[in-house]
């Protein structure tokens, strides 16, 4: 059978969608939720358009940055129905790391390799601005060279409320202590009725588009996300591209988009029933269409699309590079949220394992920088690599420790008030 018999089977509305994307043209969201529909043959011709049009715009390089995650707490204020991570302050399960053991977190992930420490956490009574700032500065006192990429749009917003500040105050200040970039995480689907559902409460969708649009103006880039697969619709989908793609072409501060499927496993949602609609998470062909249909929406303007290992597995991560990604994201070295929420894939890729899965792809494996430098490109087949010092870790938990360790851990319980000086 021939292969223009095989496409010839595609249908036509997305026949057309994928045509128009092959022309340089955008890709508008009444065609986006079109391409959703796609399904047998539809599906392969959308992933081999999303991997003709990354070819075009980043190459057949595949990067990963070594980093490692430190969430300082799970005390949370919040009680966001998809997080499985945050604990109350009254649970026997809160913790609190102190600023001298995120500080040794870090130097260790350094002499590991590591080039970034990225801090995300809990909203905990008693942190504020100059919490954020005090700490980042140490980290930069400490380890001058290692990037900080830190604080989520939600947490920005915190530490504006706690201290009476403007979002534009609190990252201008974080930004001369030392601060390097933001994850653009919090974003879930930024549609309020979504949000409204799965986290009443949490930043909105307009408060974290001027998060991010206040970092992008004063210098400080962000990354960009979805997490996707419970109540949200199609056409909420491809509109949070969309709007992603309206803010990229105003400031130009995102670095990557990262798509993060659900994991519903513990997730309160799931636990105690609280939607009806909720689905457990995306299917394995709905995770390809979303990324390639990421590839055609938002290529031509944040042209780096990350795979999530840690929600979708080695194996689906490294075939996502055939249907639109180009970027492996993070060793990780600590992932907790993702882990705490019920996924099984582990809290550390080492850089040998992300190199073999990208050239196994037939792809060429590059260490890059948060900002996407690159640090050093290898070859695109396997010789004498480096060995890298992480490269040793047989046993991260044994190394690192766990989550579930953590919150057992009675030297960082959680207690008011909180030391945030």
């Keep these: 059978m021939s292969l223009e018999r095989v496409f010839g089977d595609v249908t036509s509305g997305v026949r057309r969608a994928l045509e128009h994307a092959l022309e340089g043209r955008d890709v508008g969201v009444d065609d986006a939720v079109l391409l959703c529909s796609a399904r047998g043959p539809s599906l392969h011709a959308l992933a081999a358009v999303a991997d003709h049009l990354r070819r075009q715009q980043v190459g057949d390089q595949v990067a990963y940055v070594v980093n490692r995650n430190v969430n300082f707490t799970n005390v949370c204020v919040k009680a966001c129905r998809f997080c499985a991570f945050s604990r109350t302050r009254r649970s026997e399960e809160g913790y609190f790391l102190p600023t001298e053991e995120i500080v040794r977190r870090a130097l260790e992930a350094q002499a590991l390799g590591a080039t970034e420490i ?52 609190v990252l201008e200040e974080m930004k001369e202590a030392g ?31 001027d998060v991010v649009t206040t970092a992008h103006a004063v210098g400080l880039r962000t990354t960009s996300t979805i997490m996707y697969g419970h109540v949200e619709t199609d056409v909420e989908r491809m509109r949070h591209l969309d709007l992603l793609r309206s803010i990229q072409r105003e400031t130009g501060g995102f670095t990557e988009f990262v798509p993060l499927s659900f994991v519903h496993e513990e997730a309160p949602m799931t636990m105690r029933q609280q939607l009806p609609e909720l689905r457990p998470g995306p299917t394995g062909d709905d995770v390809i269409r979303l990324y390639a249909i990421s590839r055609l929406v938002l290529g031509s303007t944040i042209r780096n699309l990350q795979v999530s290992w840690v929600k979708d597995g080695m194996r689906q991560a490294q075939w996502l590079l055939s249907c639109g990604a180009n970027d492996f994201g993070g060793t990780l070295i600590n992932e907790s949220i993702s882990t705490s929420a019920g996924a099984t894939y582990g809290q550390l890729q080492t850089p040998s394992a992300l190199r073999r899965a990208i050239r196994d792809a037939g792809r060429i494996p590059v260490e890059r920088s948060t900002r996407y430098d690159v640090l050093r490109t290898f070859p695109r087949e396997p010789g004498d690599d480096e060995r890298h010092p992480l490269d040793g870790v047989e046993d991260p938990e044994a190394v690192f420790g766990s989550y579930d360790r953590l919150t057992r851990d009675e030297r960082f319980r959680f207690r008011l008030p909180v030391a945030v000086s």
């Design 179 to 209: 601060l390097g970039s933001l994850p653009g995480t919090s974003a879930e689907v930024l549609d309020d009725r979504v949000r409204a559902r799965i986290a009443p409460g949490r930043i909105t969708t307009a408060e974290w588009i």
């Design 118 to 169: 990225c801090i995300q956490a809990g909203l905990a009574p008693g942190v504020d601005a100059r919490f954020y700032i005090d700490l980042v500065r140490a980290l930069k006192t400490a380890a001058p060279s290692l990037h900080v990429h830190a604080l989520s749009p939600e947490e920005v917003k915190f530490a504006a409320t706690q201290s009476g500040w403007s979002f534009r105050r």
